[in-house]
């Protein structure tokens, strides 16, 4: 009996990093604004997701719906190395992982903290002759650091300075899940026809066409000028930026696609800032309820509003 393409790329996946503004919390709120079409045919003919992040969306439709081609991008080298070597290279990735869990478990809080300042210090070094532009062998090993980095890591964050080296300090984890095999192994068969670029959410323009579906999820604007989390990628995401977001949100619009946004809602800090309500005003903007987790002050770590905007 023929499988179906649902039935051959369906997969339990779920994000295979922590990720700051990571949407796993609104993913009901999402399926219940999906498009009329695609809740009714369980079917999405070209899904594009030029933001990919951690990936919960995207990992979500894989479940839920049978997705002809999808096509995610990222700005940030480092996520989309790890992306593309879960995709070609899962299982050396798996063994590398594992030796490294192995040799880092066995280890006492002191020699752990001295290990993982030395695999971070191996990390922003590779980094100055590492060849971005052609899959080779060393992405297996860099991918292998950037999850490592975030599983043992401060908060599971991932923030680079203006060099763009990674600079989260060690975290304090008993027993962190560093190779989670079954995951990644979900997350492999996820990506089955899924191409994977890098590269600015402009780039994504040239493969839309009236039958997609676009989700933007561009880094947070800022709640105030304390709690950025736009290092991610060591350029930062401007309200130039989100300016230049919701003119590409506009022509897509044009090309007859169908575009969910979300963003964090400037109004949970001041009432009067309608920055998003003026740049989307043609278009169907909901706020809806939701955590922030990620917060170096705990008192600051709760329910805010955010932002979804459709253009149908």
Not at 147 to 166: A, S
Not at 173 to 200: F, M, Q
Not at 229 to 237: L, R, V
Not at 243 to 252: C, V, Y
Request: hydrophobic fraction near 30%; glycine fraction near 4%.
């Amino acid at each position: 009996m023929q499988m179906t393409l649902l039935e051959e790329v369906s997969s339990e996946a779920k994000p295979f990093l922590k990720w700051a503004g990571g949407k796993s919390q609104l993913l009901k709120e999402f399926n219940k604004r999906l498009p009329e079409k695609i809740l009714k045919s369980k079917k999405i003919d070209n899904y594009i997701e030029p933001f990919i992040g951690g990936g919960a969306m995207f990992f979500f439709l894989r479940k839920n719906y049978n997705i002809k081609k999808s096509t995610i991008f990222d700005i940030n080298s480092e996520l989309i190395i790890g992306y593309t070597v879960i995709q070609n290279d899962y299982k050396k990735l798996v063994n590398e992982l594992t030796d490294l869990e192995d040799n880092y478990l066995v280890k006492s809080e002191e020699e752990r903290k001295e290990y993982y300042y030395s695999i971070r210090t191996a990390y922003n070094e590779q980094m100055r002759d590492f060849d971005y532009d052609n899959y080779n062998d060393q992405w297996i090993e860099r991918a292998k650091y950037l999850i490592f980095l975030n599983k043992t890591g401060f908060n599971g964050l991932f923030r680079q300075n203006k060099k763009g080296e990674f600079n989260v300090p060690v975290g304090r984890y008993k027993n962190p899940k560093i190779c989670d095999e079954k995951n990644l192994v979900e997350v492999n068969k996820a990506l089955k026809h899924t191409s994977i670029i890098r590269g600015d959410f402009s780039n994504a323009a040239k493969y839309v066409d009236n039958e997609s579906f676009i989700y933007l999820d561009p880094p947070y604007r800022p709640l105030n000028k304390t709690s950025s989390f736009t290092s991610y990628a060591k350029d930062g995401f401007t309200d130039d930026d989100q300016r230049r977001l919701a003119q590409f949100f506009k022509e897509m619009d044009n090309k007859g696609a169908k575009l969910m946004l979300s963003n964090s809602d400037p109004k949970n800090n001041d009432p009067d800032d309608n920055f998003f309500d003026e740049l989307y005003q043609k278009y169907n903007i909901e706020r809806v309820p939701a955590k922030r987790f990620i917060n170096c002050d705990a008192s600051k770590r709760g329910a805010i509003n955010e932002i979804i905007v459709r253009n149908y």
